[in-house]
């Protein structure tokens, strides 16, 4: 079995390191392939972060902790204009102020 039909059965997700020597000779290497650890994403794009709400914590609170204003908090998150209150682990979408960043 020649070595680029070696090569063309190794699965792609693999590692593969050949390594010859001096009298053409191939070794052929196989790591298995490398788990990568999935990370979730809270920030849904830049400018914007994900707060998830806590115990206690109201409407203007959450802005005066970034730096911004209820109504804009309103304007970000649609769906809050239909609830009477905010739940505790509800996640919204907050676009801090620029004084937030200095």
């Known amino acids: ?31 298995p392939p490398v788990q990568t650890e999935r990370v979730k994403d809270l920030n849904p794009s830049p400018g914007f972060v994900k707060h998830k709400v806590a115990k206690g914590e109201w409407l203007e609170k959450i802005a005066a902790k970034y730096k911004t204003k209820p109504k804009k908090i309103y304007k970000d998150n649609p769906k809050m204009l239909k609830q009477k209150y905010l739940r505790p682990g509800q996640i919204i979408v907050v676009r801090p102020g620029r004084k937030y960043f200095a």
């Open 1 to 31: 079995m020649s070595i680029k039909k070696i090569l063309f059965s190794v699965c792609l997700s693999c590692l593969v390191i050949i390594s010859y020597s001096q009298n053409n000779d191939a070794a052929i290497n196989i790591d």
